[in-house]
Nanobody, 126 residues
């Protein structure tokens, strides 16, 4: 499966963006999907994940209460709704599939993910 992240852009602090992670085939139902971000010189950071069949999701502490992950099965797309954006959220955001997808939980450790899509730049600045 190939993933394509989109929806990034320039937004003022406090603003919102919705990122999309579209699968190349109607296979997202069979994958747990994670969102990650990376800034130059730093390691890739897990942001959110959603498990198989959308039973569970997990949001990183750094964005909990501001970011929401969801999935539209009809569109084979996973979304990351980002609200209350802060300058420290500036990064390239990526989505990927969990190598060993679970139903009851998911994790945001980058090393367990494959099929990294092309990232989308999010810049939060006034």
């Amino acid at each position: 499966v190939q993933l394509q992240a989109s929806g990034g852009g320039l937004v003022q602090p406090g603003g919102s963006l919705r990122l999309s992670c579209a699968a190349s085939e109607f296979a997202s139902d069979y994958h747990a999907i994670g969102w990650f971000r990376q800034v130059p010189g730093k390691e890739r950071e897990g942001v959110a994940c959603i498990s198989l069949r959308d039973v569970a999701s997990y949001i990183a502490d750094s964005v909990r209460g501001r970011f929401v992950i969801s999935r539209d099965h009809a569109k084979s797309t996973v979304y990351l709704q980002m609200n209350g954006l802060k300058p420290e959220d500036t990064a390239v955001y990526y989505c990927a599939t969990d190598r060993n997808p679970k139903t009851r939980w998911c994790a945001i450790a980058p090393q367990i993910y494959d099929n990294w899509g092309q990232g989308t730049q999010v810049t939060v600045s006034s």
